[in-house]
Structure formats: structure tokens, C-alpha cells
């Protein structure tokens, strides 16, 4: 009888339109190891792992169901993968192509330098639009499109049982991984059956007025597709969720603008992935090396942004927010990301970490692609210094998201309630049950607006940007801006203040 196939699960944790898993045929062994070096990076957390068990949970159940359990280590990759080569006499792996952070790229480097050792075939399947070794944007997102439209790779029908006994039922716990204790009351479910009802759900009826409340904190948390964790680990793909969204009828009001623009952002995500598969290095250096030791570490400052009690009431609401539940709507990120790096002017590496680990969703080549973009460090990209008053006037009208996530302002009228330094009884609870703003607004806004533009007059700015545009600028419009506007950004005129669109 021939050795079975290792197929090798890592942020693809579905059985649906999975490449790999078609390809390795009905003699597979799936495998997950979990890796305890990984955990202990600083950007990730016991609600990530929480999330990942429940899909392994899912994963296995799926995959039992087909004949053939999900068969899960606990060591490294390298010494897992030869133990069960070794007892299968197995000769080839096949896993998907992954962008994820620098651990994970180090640990690909080091499996493929095994195999090629041990004479053991291992093959990477793109699961996505992301292309490993691209010359040129040129093309590129004809090419993704074109990957979109290919169809769903087909499922197997059985496997065969291969390995099922002994297998241990239990994962182990936060603790066991050596993680800190993070509460997330309302962090979403981790299963594929949840992925599939959030979809459904979105599609549904959630998606109605999708293009203007997702802006808001308080209606993006419903009109938002909320699929973002599940495409990060993979329990659903792009190609699932977009032909679900082509097959939903559109004869509704509004219906084929809303989902246009959810048509957009699922190329965006492609789109920004393909940023650090180009230049790993994006998670550790600015990209326009003219940003390098600009801003400061400064704890003081990180721990209240990080810990949502800066004194600006609207800021806090939203990092309370995204501590409870692992999610944020786009812009309320961005405004986060724009807060700590013009404001408190704070390194990105820093902040970049703490929003990470926080994100259920985490997905390097999104993450750190946006936190070098909203911390104005590409130099390819308008920069944005968003008012953050003015965010949640804009946002939050009412105050009810403050008043939520930031109780101790209860005794502050609403007028100042945004501004609640402004009000009478000022006081009685701001440095009391309330901090008091740990910079002066203005003054910090100013300083960054002089810093960062006075940076693109220096010499050689420019033509350090061109190249950037050239490598990373999409070619598409409506995507991000055409190569040749991103060749010109460091020459472009300052914006409004108070602008809030985004250079997606």
C-alpha cells in the first residue's frame, strides 16, 4: 500500500474550497501542530489561541466526519513533521502558501532546508490571490480576479482512516501555551459553522446600508460582514465567501452599491497581504527609511493608550471596545493607529504589537501593512492626523458609545461629553475616576503635521517613494491609487485636517 499524503494545516482551517486537501487525494494524513514558540511571540494572545482551538475543534469534527481525524501535535514543526514521516514513511507534504509574520517565515525556511535533507517533496498550494515571488504589480490584479473566478476546489468525498486511535481529545489551554489571562466576554465564535452563519447572516440582512454604517462603531458592529477572524484563519475562503456574495439576489435598494464595496474590500485584503509577501521586512522597519527613529518608546504613554485611559473619551471607548471583543470596525483602527503615532507619537512597532495581539482577526500582511499607512511611514501614502474630537462627534453623536465603554463620565453633561475638560464640573472627575488628556490635542497635532511634512521636502524623499510606489502601489483602480498618483503622494499638498477618507 503507498504512504499517505502529510497534508499540513496552518491558517487554512476548513475543508471547503481547500486546494491542498483537493489535491492530496483520499490518502491524506491532516496534521496541526501547535506550536508553543509561536504563542510566546508578542503578538499573539490567549484569545487568538482560544479562537484557533475552537476552529481546530471544528476542524477535526469535519474532517472525522470524512473518515480521517485531524491528527494535532504540540512541539515543533520540524521534529513533528519528521516523527510522523518517519512512521508513515511518508514522502510528501503538501500544505498552503503562508504570508504570515516573521516566526512563521523563519519556521517555513527551516521545514524546506529539513525536507530538501530528508528527500521528502514538500509542495505549497496558493489559497489566495497572494503570489510568492512577484516580479511586478503589473498584472497583478487581473490575475487575482482571475484566481477568484477559477471555482471552488472540490471536497473529498472520504478519506481514508488512516490514523484514529489514541488520538487525545483535549487541547490545551491558555495557560499550558504559557499565555497570559485575557478576558474577551464578546469575542466571536471560532467554528466553521459560525464563519457559515456569519456569512449568511451578512448577506442576508446585515449588509443593508452597509457603504454608510460601517464607519460608526455602533452600526458597524452589526453592518460590518464581521467575517474578518474567520478569513484570517481560514475557515471560509475569499472565493467561498465572494461567490456567496455573487449568487445573493440584488434586487434590493442600495443592494449592488453595498456590495460592490464589500467586493472591494475583499481585494483590498489580497491587495495588502501581497505587501509583506513582497517585503517581509515591513514588519519591522518603516518602509520609507527616512521614518526610521523618528518617534519614541515611551511606557507611560503606551500603557494608557493601551489600556484605553488617555483622557480622550472617544479613543478610549474604542480601545475598551476592541478589548472586549477582538474587533474593530476599519475606521475606528485607523483612527487608533493615527491617535497613538501622531499624537502620543509613538513608535508603530510598539503600538502595532498591542492592537495584534487584541485583534481576533490578526492577519500579518493586513495588520502591519495599515499600522505603517495610518502611522504615515510608507511615504507613498496622503497622511492622515485625524482629529479624534472630531471622530467621535462625527461618529458618536449622541455618546452612547462613550457612555457605554467609559462609565466614569456618567456625571458629565452631554455637551462636554467629548470634551468633558470643558465641562463645569470638570474637576470633580477628570485625575479622579477619569484621567485627564495625557497631551495637549492641538499642540500634539500640530508638532506631527510640522515633523512629517517637513520630512518630504528633504532631499531624496521623493525618489525613495517612487521606488516604493513602483513595488507596492496597486495598478487598479478604486483599489488603492494608480502607480504614477503614488509615484507623486510626497509632492501632494497637505489635507484638510479633518479629512477621513481612506488611501485604500
Keep these: 500500500m503507498s504512504a499517505p499524503v502529510l497534508l499540513w494545516f496552518k491558517r487554512d482551517l476548513r475543508i471547503t474550497d481547500h486546494p491542498a486537501l483537493a489535491m492530496a487525494g483520499p490518502r491524506v494524513l491532516p496534521l496541526y501542530v501547535i506550536e508553543p514558540e509561536y504563542w510566546a511571540l508578542p503578538d499573539t494572545s490567549a484569545r487568538q489561541w482560544a479562537f484557533t482551538a475552537e476552529a481546530l475543534g471544528s476542524l477535526r469534527a469535519d474532517l472525522a466526519a470524512l473518515g480521517q481525524p485531524l491528527v494535532i501535535r ?279 504589537t498591542v492592537l495584534a495581539r487584541y485583534f481576533t482577526d490578526y492577519e500579518p500582511g493586513i495588520h502591519w501593512s495599515q499600522v505603517q499607512m495610518q502611522s504615515g511611514t510608507t511615504g507613498i501614502n496622503t497622511l492622515r492626523i485625524y482629529n479624534p474630537v472630531k471622530q467621535g462627534y462625527d461618529q458618536d453623536p449622541d455618546g452612547r458609545f462613550i457612555r457605554a465603554w467609559v462609565p466614569e463620565l456618567a456625571g458629565i453633561a452631554a455637551p462636554h461629553l467629548h470634551e468633558p475638560w470643558t465641562a463645569p464640573n470638570a474637576g470633580v472627575v477628570l485625575g479622579k475616576r477619569y484621567p485627564e488628556p495625557v497631551i495637549d490635542l492641538a499642540q500634539a497635532a500640530k508638532h506631527a503635521r510640522d515633523v512629517m511634512w517637513g520630512l518630504r521636502k528633504d532631499a531624496g524623499f521623493g525618489s525613495a517613494a517612487r521606488a516604493i510606489a513602483v513595488k507596492h502601489a496597486s495598478r487598479a483602480r478604486g483599489t488603492d491609487r494608480s502607480s504614477a498618483g503614488a509615484k507623486r503622494a510626497a509632492l501632494r499638498k497637505r489635507p484638510d485636517p479633518a479629512q477621513l477618507s481612506f488611501d485604500l
Design 74 to 352: 504540540k512541539g515543533d514543526a520540524v521534529a513533528e513533521l519528521a516523527r510522523l514521516c518517519k512512521r508513515f514513511s511518508i514522502t510528501r507534504i503538501l500544505s498552503h502558501e503562508e504570508t504570515g509574520n516573521a516566526w512563521t517565515y523563519a519556521r517555513d525556511k527551516r521545514v524546506a532546508a529539513w525536507a530538501r535533507g530528508a528527500g521528502v517533496a514538500w509542495q505549497e498550494v496558493p489559497q489566495c490571490a497572494v503570489v510568492r515571488r512577484l516580479r511586478s504589480r503589473d498584472g497583478w490584479q487581473g490575475a487575482r480576479n482571475a484566481f477568484i473566478r477559477q471555482g471552488l476546489a472540490q471536497m473529498p468525498d472520504a478519506l481514508e482512516p488512516i490514523y484514529t486511535a489514541n488520538l487525545p481529545d483535549r487541547l490545551p489551554d491558555a495557560r499550558a501555551l504559557g499565555l497570559t489571562p485575557d478576558a474577551c466576554a464578546h469575542r466571536q465564535t471560532g467554528t466553521h459553522k459560525a464563519a457559515r452563519a456569519t456569512l449568511d447572516s451578512f448577506l442576508a440582512t446585515r449588509a443593508e446600508g452597509y457603504r454608510t454604517k460601517m464607519s460608526s462603531p455602533l452600526t458597524g458592529e452589526r453592518a460590518c460582514s464581521r467575517l474578518s477572524p474567520y478569513l484570517a484563519l481560514g475557515l471560509v475562503s475569499v472565493r467561498e465567501v465572494d461567490l456567496a456574495r455573487q449568487s445573493t439576489p440584488i434586487d434590493r435598494p442600495g443592494w449592488k452599491a453595498n456590495m460592490t464595496s464589500f467586493a472591494k474590500r475583499l481585494a483590498w485584503r489580497d491587495h495588502f497581504i501581497q505587501k509583506l509577501e513582497d517585503e517581509p521586512e515591513l514588519e519591522h522597519r518603516c518602509l520609507h527609511p527616512a521614518h526610521e527613529g523618528l518617534r519614541v518608546s515611551d511606557s507611560a504613554r503606551l500603557h494608557a493608550w493601551a489600556e484605553g485611559q488617555t483622557g480622550v473619551p472617544f479613543v478610549d471607548a474604542c480601545m475598551r471596545y476592541l478589548m472586549a471583543t477582538g474587533w474593530l470596525n476599519f475606521r475606528m483602527r485607523a483612527m487608533l493607529m493615527s491617535f497613538a503615532s501622531y499624537h502620543l507619537w509613538l513608535d508603530w512597532r510598539d503600538t502595532g
